[in-house]
């Protein structure tokens, strides 16, 4: 479908024995580097769960949200369940700042499920927190990690608070437990079939109950999910399984990947292993095309591919489409280094690292002001003269969004000697926001709506500029049109489903 260009508690959402956090370091906005990546698309979250009686879960959480940093930096927290009640700690920072030995200790359970978040609806404050924990009159306490966006969240908070519900917080995952909390049910899985079909957008979901595990992904299936094993059935503490975002989240914990949830797939686990059931109507897939193109971890498996093995294709084929003579390929590390390995080797040009990457400078660094903000990036990538002076070389980025940040990296290369700076984007130009979990809400934020290759390479100051196409990106994701499985919105301006035209305000609809 074309679009024109142009968390928690209330009365029905409460905390059950919530572990205190500190709540000094709340924060109300973001600048450009939230996360210590200047000028990038951010994602919305990542979820992690585990099932694991006799294994330590706090930990084990604590690992696999820790593995899901760069998902979101802005909050994290741990729920676990010890059969009679859910215990959460929560609070505002990143994982290791959230969460202390002590933390941890009090968190003793035989499930848990975890999140670290980057808001895209709802502001960056403690109340929006996850996971949350609400109250169902059937199941008990049930506790919800979300990772993505509901396109239909004003119309179903509007229908909630007419109904008489009291919201506590602006994010739509208290939308989504609203509606969970009075669908009937004796089991989750039933209240999830009845619940979700309403449900508009973007969602990967892990849920917590006293005495269960519980998965559910969107019929289009476009954040990813995945299940691991922990263990085996032979192993003296028997086994446990997992759900992540990410497959690198299953590595760190010593566990092995299974499958990845479907899409209008709902996963439950318990005393009696895995089961499985479905919700909704059979779609066509549209996975987000930005988590392999960079949002992913590139040791992490999507769809049975290695996301590193992607990027080293879309270097290739990024090189075979737009040749340049140069004497060394940089990447604007880390993202960039696969696309540059894989253009070194398709161009025959040399590799090096021209760049140096601090990666201590992260969303706790602070610029009042632009000034500020270019030392940002400077601390960030330092350049090497002994390596770049005299030279013509390619710089390889995975993605340009905003472009301020290609401009000052492009002025240091300079600064540093390059005789020539000629940038290449190992994917095509973003030119439409995204309204299904990416923090892009406006075509006013992105340099190439509206304009040429050509014309944005004039704005960023490179000699030459070029773009992966979209027929080499699907060649990459070996896809091919009408039956892609990918969502290809932000590049191409056909998204999958409806889009409400108020969702182009921003993401702080819900706020009030």
């Not at 956090?21 to 994602?43: F, I, Y």
């Not at 992607?310 to 003579?325: N, Q």
């Not at 002001?369 to 770049?388: E, I, S, W, Y």
């Not at 944005?456 to 049109?481: C, F, H, K, M, Q």
């Amino acid at each position: 479908m074309r679009r024109r260009d142009s968390e928690p508690s209330g009365s029905d959402l409460v905390m059950l024995k919530q572990v205190s956090g500190n709540t000094g370091h709340q924060v109300s906005g973001r600048s450009d580097w939230t996360d210590g990546e200047p000028d990038k698309l951010h994602e919305a979250c990542g979820v992690f769960g585990v099932y694991a009686p006799g294994d330590d879960i706090a930990n084990l959480c604590y690992l696999g949200i820790y593995a899901l940093q760069h998902r979101g930096q802005e909050s994290a927290g741990i729920c676990v369940s010890d059969g009679g009640q859910l215990l959460l700690h929560r609070d505002m920072g990143l994982v290791s700042q959230v969460f202390s030995a002590e933390a941890l200790g009090r968190l003793t359970g035989q499930l848990g499920l975890a999140h670290t978040r980057y808001s895209t609806t709802g502001s960056s404050e403690l109340t929006n927190a996850q996971p949350f924990i609400f109250e169902h009159g059937q199941l008990g306490p049930v506790a919800i990690s979300h990772n993505g966006n509901l396109t239909n969240a004003q119309a179903l908070r509007q229908g909630l608070f007419e109904e008489g519900y009291s919201f506590s917080t602006s994010s739509d995952t208290e939308v989504l437990a609203g509606l969970l909390s009075r669908t009937p049910g004796e089991r989750l899985e039933v209240v999830l079939q009845r619940c979700l079909p309403r449900v508009l957008g973007a969602y990967s979901l892990g849920f917590l109950t006293r005495d269960s595990l519980v998965a559910a992904r969107d019929e289009l299936g476009l954040r990813p999910l995945c299940i691991g094993r922990l263990g085996s059935v032979d192993a003296p503490g028997g086994y446990g399984y997992v759900i992540a975002s990410e497959s690198c989240a299953l590595d760190v914990i010593g566990a092995h990947l299974v499958r990845e949830v479907l899409p209008g797939e709902i996963v439950t686990i318990d005393a009696d292993g895995l089961h499985s059931a479905h919700f909704g109507e059979t779609r066509a897939p549209a996975m987000c095309s930005f988590e392999f193109i960079y949002f992913a971890r590139p040791d992490s498996v999507i769809q049975n591919r290695s996301l590193y093995e992607v990027r080293i294709a879309m270097g290739k084929r990024l090189a075979e489409e737009s040749p340049v003579d140069a004497d060394v390929v940089i990447p604007l590390p880390d993202s960039g280094t696969p696309a540059a390995i894989g253009f070194a080797h398709a161009s025959g040009i040399e590799f090096a690292e021209g760049m140096i990457k601090s990666r201590y400078i992260n969303r706790t660094f602070i610029q009042p002001h632009q000034g500020m903000r270019d030392a940002g990036v400077r601390l960030k990538f330092n350049p090497m003269p002994h390596v770049l002076a005299g030279k013509r070389v390619v710089l390889v980025d995975d993605s340009i969004v905003r472009g301020s940040t290609s401009r000052q990296i492009v002025e240091a290369l300079r600064r540093a000697g390059a005789a020539e700076v000629h940038m290449r984007v190992a994917s095509p130009p973003i030119r439409y926001p995204c309204f299904m979990g990416i923090d892009i809400a406006s075509r006013s934020e992105l340099i190439a709506a509206g304009r040429s290759s050509e014309e944005v390479g004039r704005i960023i100051g490179t000699d030459s500029l070029a773009y992966l196409s979209l027929e080499g990106l699907r060649a990459a994701l070996r896809s091919s049109p009408g039956t892609s499985g990918f969502c290809f919105a932000c590049l191409d301006g056909v998204y999958p489903l409806q889009v409400p035209q108020q969702l182009e305000m921003d993401k702080l609809a819900l706020e009030g």
